[in-house]
């Protein structure tokens, strides 16, 4: 008898956010297929691992022109899934992600071929090389906010480095995850190197307890901390991307319309369900008030639903109301002013929050000190570049932050002094969308980085290669020692002066090469 007949396939039911409805049923991968996922990704890991970069790169290709002749079907997925608005799936999760593919396209062989490197005089007749080998097989686990972007960039760039793929797409999110593998199904990988495991945590943990290669994980700090606990006891490497805390800092001199819109925009984007959103506003006291009335029109002008036209969508997660509420309530409780939106009390029910802009907050709350994921946006005024240096740098997280000046060389002296992965000037968020530059945070924000170079590299294995013809029968640092010590310390002396001693360089290493015969 097939022992698994007996156990009950899970399924998932997909609500569309934004309606309330059920669109979908989804299958949920039994814990008891980790093992057969396991084997056919290594199964396939040869073959795929053995194909040029070039071959790799003719998939990725199929991969991104069915993108883009899909792209209204994909971004209505995504749009039903999470709830965000129809200009969001397009331009914040897919354009990324296609543009991704083709850095990855553009770059990939360079980055990863093997490279010549200087080798130094001591080791004379020697040549030396670096190798990136695939790692095997890579898990990612992917969230919910941005569920094709934060999957998919992570695995091209896996798939790019000659591994095999798993990916356990967020359960909020599980359209999207069938997405992701049918247009993989789709483009032709071949078997097994692409496959994609769905369900929730239970699932998740199943997969990260079966060994992978490497982990790569985005979504919040307490189960990034579950998964790098996991992946110690077998020494699995990770990169974790978790969340943010950004702050925003207007200095006076600023160009305050620019810099009040793009506060709506690095706030609410998304509904605020961005690890990259602002989430703490730091404006210099002696605009504040007119930064703040002008903010508060912005914001209430933005419009909220899911036609075409609207500004911002749904919330996706409904546990994640809860947490928004909870910071709001606290800080209402403790004094803080509502200046948009509505006390936690008199909202709706529905899965659309109110934009909400606040004020008279102070730094030990919650609002201030823990990831809000949604549409808040404390204000807070400084007096001086020093107390919003310090401000900005007051939480456990450090991924992105911003920096509103005229002054350059203001602006560059505290983006430099920001404890955190990246910093915008004049703008925010918007690193993430230059794929050269890297990406990934400091403190609780994360460990490790990707997109970039890093991107490809942190997939492989860099291997340190160094090539002899093989002649010399011995080499001077070999048996016996008898008679070297005085040369060796002579030659080294000689060598690392201040000024090279050439001569007595020549003269103790031909004394040395002597010794070996
Ligand atoms: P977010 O709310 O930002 O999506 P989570 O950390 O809850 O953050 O979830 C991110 C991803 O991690 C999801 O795919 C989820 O199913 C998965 N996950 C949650 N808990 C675990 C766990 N203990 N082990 C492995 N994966 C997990």
Not at 153 to 166: C, D, E, F, K, R
Request: glycine share 8%.
């Amino acid at each position: 008898m097939n022992v698994h007949s007996v156990e009950e396939v899970r399924k998932m039911s997909v609500v569309a956010p934004a309606t309330g409805k059920v669109i979908a049923e989804i299958e949920e991968t039994p814990v008891y297929e980790v093992p057969f996922f396991y084997q056919k990704a290594r199964e396939s890991f040869g073959n795929w691992s053995g194909l040029a970069i070039s071959e790799r790169i003719r998939y990725l290709k199929n991969l991104k022109q069915l993108m883009v002749d899909e792209m209204d079907q994909i971004a209505k997925i995504i749009s039903d899934d999470t709830g965000k608005v129809l200009t969001e799936s397009i331009v914040a999760d897919i354009m990324p992600t296609l543009d991704a593919i083709d850095h990855i396209i553009r770059h990939a062989e360079k980055v990863l071929s093997r490279k010549k490197v200087k080798t130094p005089l001591l080791l004379i007749g020697k040549k030396s090389f670096i190798e990136y080998m695939p790692r095997g097989v890579v898990l990612v686990i992917s969230p919910w906010n941005y569920p094709l972007q934060l999957a998919m960039v992570p695995m091209i760039s896996a798939l790019a480095g000659g591994n095999s793929v798993i990916l356990k797409p967020s359960e909020v999110t599980p359209l999207v995850g069938k997405c992701i593998e049918d247009l993989f199904r789709r483009s032709g990988f071949p078997e097994g190197t692409v496959q994609v495991a769905h369900g929730g945590k239970e699932v998740g943990a199943a997969f990260t307890a079966g060994k992978p290669d490497y982990i790569f994980f985005t979504g919040s700090v307490r189960t990034g901390k579950i998964i790098q606990q996991q992946a110690a006891k077998d020494l699995i490497p990770t990169t974790l991307e978790l969340g943010g805390k950004d702050p925003m800092i207007v200095f006076d001199d600023a160009n305050l319309d620019r810099a009040v819109k793009a506060a709506a925009w690095g706030a609410f984007t998304n509904s605020g369900q961005v690890c990259m959103s602002a989430e703490r506003l730091y404006v210099q006291k002696s605009i504040y008030g007119k930064f703040l009335e002008k903010l508060k029109k912005e914001v209430n002008s933005l419009q909220q639903g899911t036609d075409l036209d609207s500004d911002i969508g749904s919330m996706t997660f409904p546990g994640q109301k809860e947490v928004v509420k909870a910071q709001l309530d606290e800080a209402i409780e403790r004094g803080a002013k509502l200046e948009t939106g509505l006390k936690p009390s008199d909202w709706k029910g529905d899965m659309f929050l109110p934009l909400t802009v606040i004020t008279e907050v102070k730094q030990d709350m919650k609002i201030i000190q823990e990831e809000s994921f949604g549409p808040l946006l404390p204000v807070v005024p400084f007096d001086t570049e020093e107390e919003a240096i310090e401000y900005a740098n007051g939480t456990v997280f450090g991924l992105n932050a911003s920096v509103w000046t005229r002054d350059k060389a203001k602006a560059r002296r505290v983006a430099s002094r920001l404890v955190s992965g990246a910093v915008v000037i004049n703008d925010v968020i918007i690193t993430v969308a230059n794929h050269g530059l890297p990406f990934g945070g400091t403190k609780e924000s994360g460990i490790g980085r990707y997109h970039s170079e890093a991107g490809l590299r942190i997939f492989c294995h860099e291997k340190a290669i160094m090539e002899d013809m093989g002649f010399m029968k011995s080499e001077i640092q070999w048996y016996p020692y008898k008679g070297k010590y005085p040369l060796f310390l002579k030659l080294f002396q000689s060598y690392f002066a201040e000024k090279r001693d050439w001569l007595n360089f020549a003269k103790n290493y031909i004394a040395l090469l002597k010794r070996n015969k």
